[in-house]
């Protein structure tokens, strides 16, 4: 019994040592000091390279940084702290975004990594059956991924009805995502406008990107006045997003309040300074007559775009020269 109690007592140090280093790293990771959140990783892994926290973290922080050319550092980290366990459904599911990225960059050579995808994102659902965010990962990959690597739209369809039962939001949106990939927004929309807030992370985050993801595709089809109300909404439940006031401008833009499109687009390029802001904000200024400011904006978008998108800001910078 003494022996007994004396472990039971170091295993409840150890945890209130992993859980003060877990909130360590967690305040560098939010705070986006990466160098320091690495090192603090590595540290308790050269303590004890099984620590599968520290080799989560370590993952987290090169996905969230995109270091693709340690991504095959991170998996090997994180297959020997997942070995032999018969827990470690966040280990997986880390694991499981890993290889999905190196199917991503293999191309036409990422049949083996996609399916090992597949296989550790299925392990963290196996696992935690009732986590949104791991069932949300792996019917991405269901419904992202050609059949020949395991992707399958009614499977797809199956999870989210099957989720429907423990979570009808989230089985509400997990249906809906399968819509907008079959490009059925007015579909999607009819299961996502009833939702509400619920001031869950993860669940609000989700009905927030797939609310916006049908109001730019409403745009991309056409559907200008159908995604001004969808935007209005999201802008106002999250007045802090730069997609919502981006969607916002864009559909103001598209439904001929010019000034109105200005306002949006400033704030969204306020809160995140991204391309396709810069360029709309540029029409929009340009169709208030701010010619000068739509220069200046098209010329600095100038020098971080490429492809199609260089092509288009040069023929536009061109046109307002003349």
Same mark, same amino acid.
């Given at each position: 019994?003494?022996?007994f109690?004396?472990?039971?007592?170091?295993?409840?140090?150890?945890?209130?040592?992993?859980?003060d280093?877990?909130?360590?790293?967690?305040?560098?990771?939010?705070a #986006?000091?990466w160098?320091?959140?690495?090192?603090?990783?590595? $540290?308790?892994?050269?303590?004890d390279?099984?620590?599968?926290?520290?080799?989560?973290?370590?993952a987290r922080v090169?996905? %969230?940084t995109? $270091?693709?050319?340690?991504?095959?550092?991170?998996?090997?980290k994180?297959?020997?702290?997942?070995?032999?366990?018969?827990?470690g459904?966040?280990?997986?599911?880390?694991?499981g975004?890993?290889?999905?990225?190196?199917?991503?960059?293999?191309?036409?050579?990422?049949l083996?990594?996609a399916?090992?995808s597949?296989?550790?994102?299925s392990?963290?659902?196996?696992l935690?059956?009732?986590?949104?965010e791991?069932?949300?990962?792996l019917?991405?990959y269901?419904?992202e991924?050609?059949?020949? %690597?395991?992707?399958?739209k009614?499977?797809?369809? #199956?999870? %989210?009805?099957?989720?429907?039962?423990?979570?009808?939001?989230?089985?509400?949106m997990?249906?809906?995502?399968?819509?907008?990939?079959?490009?059925e927004?007015?579909?999607a929309l %009819?299961?996502?406008?009833p939702?509400?807030?619920r001031?869950?992370?993860?669940?609000?985050a989700?009905?927030?990107?797939?609310?916006?993801?049908?109001?730019?595709g409403?745009?991309?089809?056409g559907?200008?006045?159908?995604a001004?109300?969808v935007?209005?909404?999201?802008?106002?439940?999250?007045?802090?997003?730069?997609?919502a006031?981006?969607?916002?401008?864009r559909?103001?833009?598209?439904t001929?309040?010019?000034?109105?499109a200005?306002d949006?687009?400033t704030?969204?390029?306020e809160?995140e300074?991204?391309?396709?802001?810069?360029?709309?904000l540029?029409?929009a200024?340009?169709?208030?007559?701010?010619?000068?400011?739509? #220069?200046?904006l098209?010329?600095?978008a100038?020098?971080?775009?490429?492809?199609?998108?260089?092509?288009?800001?040069k023929?536009?910078?061109?046109?307002?020269?003349?």
């Open positions: 019994m003494r022996l109690v004396f472990l039971f007592a170091a295993s409840l140090a150890g945890c209130a040592w992993a859980a280093s877990k909130s360590e790293f967690d305040a560098l990771f939010d #986006k000091q160098e320091s959140a690495v090192a603090h990783a590595e $540290q308790r892994l050269a303590s390279a099984r620590d599968l926290g520290a080799a989560g973290d370590f090169l996905l %969230a995109r $270091q693709r050319d340690r991504y095959e550092e991170a998996i090997a994180l297959e020997h702290a997942l070995e032999g366990r018969a827990d459904a966040r280990g997986w599911f880390l694991l975004q890993l290889y999905g990225e190196r199917a991503r960059a293999a191309g036409l050579g990422g083996s990594p399916k090992k597949k296989a550790a994102l392990r963290a659902v196996e935690e059956p009732r986590d949104f791991y069932v949300y990962a019917n991405e269901l419904l991924a050609p059949f020949v %690597a395991g992707g399958s009614s499977r797809a369809r #199956k999870v %989210a009805r099957e989720f429907a039962e423990v979570d009808a939001d989230a089985g509400a997990l249906a809906a995502r399968v819509h907008l990939v079959e490009r927004y007015e579909e %009819a299961l996502l406008e939702l509400r807030r001031e869950l992370v993860l669940h609000d989700t009905r927030r990107h797939l609310l916006s993801s049908a109001g730019i409403m745009l991309e089809t559907r200008a006045p159908r001004l109300g935007f209005e909404r999201v802008a106002t439940e999250f007045p802090n997003n730069a997609v006031h981006y969607g916002l401008g559909a103001k833009l598209d001929g309040d010019a000034a109105g200005v949006a687009l704030r969204s390029l809160i300074r991204r391309l396709d802001t810069l360029y709309h540029a029409l200024l340009e169709a208030v007559g701010r010619v000068t400011e739509a #220069k200046e098209l010329s600095e100038a020098h971080a775009a490429r492809g199609a998108m260089a092509e288009e800001i023929r536009r910078l061109d046109a307002l020269a003349e």
